[in-house]
């Protein structure tokens, strides 16, 4: 579904559109959103690399370092800026352009999101569904798999010719938002530009290793708190995990640790819902929710006060840890009666 | 490297020469390999709709029961053939020609190598730089990242336009040997090729979870075992985890279970060699060896009786539990200093 998009000859207008204007820009500011992933960063790197090649005076504006498994895809260019904390003078420079990539929110641009405000002319490229349209010039293409995948075309648009770096930022991109070519918006497309960036040496393996295998010794042990504790409910169709703030302490792990850990109970086969509850603060449980299958979990969020979508969604509930799990098996018994 | 083929011209030449040589055969009996994986079975099924398409009458023969997560690609065609247990009757028949995917070594054909012996025809198309060259016409490329590679430009030169069951066939076998586009083996020639078999509305995210992902809470448990119990050597660059008989009986676990868990070792940041011990007899012990970078996990196979390659090896020792670490250890510090 096209979002929205200026052009009424769609994307490939808009994207000519697009090309033309920054064409007659000098001085452009890239932005990347906070918490930072492969797609925001490698759509960034990628424009970055190619309107340099057309003589512009271009900066990648951000303000949070590069996660540890993208180090990679930072290739050596001299348009990375890093706004220094509590030091803004940086974003008073004047800038002919403003092109924000993967950001469906200018919230999402943190301390930044002022350049947004005085600028004469922004760009919004995003794949999300949940965009603004905050630009002069819009492309939120959610057909798409990612934000690279459009950048992948506009690079196209203005004529550069790919490189190793761009390729390499482009991959990462599609890669790291299709869950390495396995998500439900894995298309095509994905793949015949995955095809045509690997024909400039990309080290897959390495680069697969860093974005989807790499464990810390902390994470394996929260795998392996979870796949102990894991209790399978409902005749084996609902998995549910309680961690409390103790048993994290006592396994001295982050909140980072426990990401994804909800998708170990989705994974096991006949699992329909998968609950993953972590104590944040004495007596407040964060909910992770994934389905796979009919059931809606946004749904067993929102009778929780929370929100999300189909197959994700989230809530926070305050109780004791040995109360959350019958909460839960509530309110699932709740949407699915 | 292309490890044999009796065509000058190459893997291209010797691709028409076969299929040129099928067109001739009325009678073809296709054989997928023992132990069968994604890359064999999806080899085998898109070489069967396509020699049927072209009005041969063929018979795909396999002795043992798809593996549960390739039941997909097992889609509704008339030329499955399961051996029965027991009962060769089947191998009487006189086939034309014989034409075996993804088998390295006749030996991998269980009781169906007997139709080699007596065949009058036999193609051989494998990647396994092992393979014997047992065919009349062989194509052993094992810079291809897949038989599945191979087929597809078989079917192409066979003029058979591809249709949704051969596309899904060809896809499992490109997707699995390559772990999902992950392994050094992935090529823009994958990726090209999974594009095209993207266009015939391959469910993507339902196989991807079928192959890779779905986990029985069996091995779940397994994995819980290894996270907990797992230790670190060598300054955190050794991973060792080692199961007695006692505790796979305890934890309810398969030799199936146990399949793939020196991976989890392999993925802590930092290690360079996970070995993985699982008594198998009593004061017997199966050893996986995986190696992330310069170790040579081969090297330490032989030191211990067994083999394999540089990132990947095995051997089998005789010992008590207790002393498994320690051999383990040893032999690992015979190779590196």
Redesign the interface.
Known sequence: MLICCENKEGVAGQISLIAEALKTKGRIAVLSHNNADGDTLGSCIAACIALQKLGKDVSMIYEEDFPENMSDIRTGHDFYMLLPPGDDSALERKWDAIAVFDAADPKLLGRRAKLLEKAEFVVNIDHHISNYCFGDLNIVDADASSTAEIVYQLIEELGVPLDHDMALAIYAGICTDTG?????N???????I???T??FGID??NL??KF??????GK??C??????T?K?HEG?KCAIVVVSAATLAELGATGEDCEGLVN?GR???GVKVSMFAREVRPGEFRINLRS?GDVDVSAIARLLDGGGHRSAAGCTIKAAPSEVEAILLGALREVCN
Chains 1, 2 share one sequence.
Do not use: K, P, Q, W
């Not at 894995?186 to 015949?192: D, G, L, M, P, S």
């Not at 795998?223 to 102990?228: E, F, I, K, M, S």
């Open positions: 390495g070519f396995s998500y439900s894995t298309t095509a497309v994905c793949h015949e995955a095809a045509r690997l024909m897959v393996a697969r290793f989807f295998d790499a464990i810390s010794i394996l042990h795998h392996g708190y979870v796949a102990n894991l399978l084996g170990i994974n096991i086969v796979r």
